[in-house]
């Protein structure tokens, strides 16, 4: 996660460009899309003890940025990414199954330039979940997301080498594996290398099919 307690601070507003599709009422709340087995919508203050207890196991943590270790620091963690997201840099949708209104993992998405050109995502997902089905679900409508509605041309995502699941899931959603970041991660005082992994709006879009996300609202 970008998120760092210790830097916790509204941030000053800051201009940016216009995305090319549906504006900027994303920086106002962030819309809730349907795929066929997952419900993508903002995060609500609410969420924060679903998301500490699905979110802080040992397993879903391994190879991830530490996630804020109680339930009032996932409290601070989502008033931080509704700031962020008002000042266009980053959004956070919680992920929930379809019928459900309680968070099961999180998809994010942060701005590595200008207007979201080229950007970063991130996501993390309940231990029990792995393999259902439900990441892929979830990760293309993050994705569309970002190429149609943030603008984003190359989607950034690192996942240690280790993570033989993510690397996995990584690879059937269509990313293109770049480069190997050596010792760029740093889990229970050891040094994990990364894989960068990208996806190109162009080589995305070209390749999807008619039918994409259902926005509700």
């Known amino acids: 996660m970008p998120y760092e307690p210790h830097l916790d601070a509204a941030p000053a507003a800051v201009a940016i460009a216009p995305t090319p599709n549906l504006g900027q009422e994303w920086r106002t709340e962030l819309p809730a899309m349907a795929g066929s087995m997952v419900t993508l919508r903002e995060l609500r203050m609410a969420d924060a003890p679903a998301l500490f207890a699905a979110l ?3 397993q879903v943590s391994r190879f991830i940025s530490p996630a804020p270790s109680s339930v009032e620091g996932f409290e601070r963690f989502i008033a931080w990414s509704h700031r962020q997201r008002s000042t266009g840099h980053y959004v956070c949708f919680a992920v929930l199954l379809r019928g459900a209104d309680v968070p099961v993992g999180i998809f994010q998405l942060r701005s590595l330039e200008q207007a979201f050109g080229t950007s970063e995502w991130g996501f993390a997902l309940a231990e029990e979940l792995w393999g259902s089905g439900v990441f892929l679900d979830g990760a293309k409508l993050a994705v569309n997301f970002a190429f149609e509605v943030l603008g984003v041309r190359r989607l950034e995502a690192r996942a240690a080498v280790k993570n033989g699941r993510g690397t996995s ?8 594996q770049e480069g190997l970041l050596r010792r760029s991660l740093v889990r229970n005082g050891e040094y994990l290398d990364q894989a960068l992994w990208t996806i190109l709006a162009d080589e995305w879009l070209e390749a999807k099919t008619p039918s994409g996300p259902s926005i509700i609202h």
Request: net charge positive; aromatic share 0%.
């Open 56 to 58: 802080s196991t040992g």
């Open 169 to 176: 899931a990584l690879r059937k959603l269509g990313a293109v």
